[in-house]
């Protein structure tokens, strides 16, 4: 025997007991989080669409061009001077071309031109805090307006990051709807610029 007092022992039993009940009850609930995580859809699309009041070709050289990114990026110098962006090396138009931005002096993503088919389409591979996006831009003329469809596609492979996408997607589409408005803003500018000159 062991020579323990039988009180002690099933004392000894009893914070054991509940040590595990603690554990199981504090580790369950993670993992039912995890596994419902990984049961989540792992592929991501945004859509978005909105109108510029300029030509397609004019429309076109601001997305296609790292100072035209430049001027339309949501991503540029915040007020507050935290967010800056700026182009990256490499060509300064056409596949190639890209634009990155910086968080308080760290980077924090970019967008590169991956596939341009002038004036039609441009396809950009965006990489956000180490997250792979397809973004596609597709251009349709109609009189002296520019329907812009934007279209990001994405692989998110951490199951508790797709818990995240469930929030996401109208955040981003709101941020792409933003982003065809600037490119509206700048491109009327410039298309008044050159009606002018």
């Known amino acids: 025997m062991s020579g323990r007092d039988p009180?002690?022992?099933?004392?000894?039993?009893s914070r054991r007991?509940?040590?595990v009940l603690y554990a199981v009850a504090l580790l369950l609930p993670?993992?039912?989080?995890?596994?419902?995580?990984?049961?989540?859809?792992?592929?991501?699309?945004?859509?978005a669409a909105g109108d510029v009041q300029a030509p397609r070709e004019l429309v076109y050289e601001l997305l296609e061009s790292r100072s035209?990114?430049?001027?339309?990026?949501l991503w540029a110098e915040d007020e507050g001077g935290g967010l800056a962006g700026g182009v990256l090396p490499g060509p300064e138009r056409g596949v190639g071309a890209a634009y990155g931005w910086e968080v308080d002096g760290e980077p924090w993503g970019s967008m590169t031109v991956a596939e341009s088919?002038?004036?039609?389409?441009?396809?950009?591979?965006?990489?956000?805090?180490?997250?792979?996006?397809?973004?596609?831009?597709?251009?349709?003329?109609?009189g002296s307006t520019t329907t812009i469809t934007w279209s990001d596609t994405m692989t998110i492979e951490r199951p508790m990051h797709r818990w995240m996408a469930i929030v996401m997607d109208e955040r981003a589409e709101q941020e792409a709807i933003a982003a065809i408005r600037?490119?509206?803003?700048?491109?009327?500018?410039?298309w008044l610029e050159r009606q002018e000159t």
């Open 17 to 19: 007991g509940r040590v």
């Open 182 to 190: 600037a490119i509206d803003v700048v491109a009327r500018a410039l």
């Open 117 to 142: 088919d002038p004036p039609i389409r441009i396809v950009y591979d965006v990489d956000y805090r180490g997250q792979a996006i397809r973004r596609t831009l597709t251009l349709k003329e109609v």
């Open 68 to 73: 035209g990114m430049a001027r339309w990026a």
């Open 30 to 47: 993670i993992g039912l989080f995890i596994l419902f995580g990984a049961m989540l859809p792992s592929g991501v699309e945004i859509a």
């Open 7 to 13: 009180a002690e022992l099933a004392t000894d039993t």
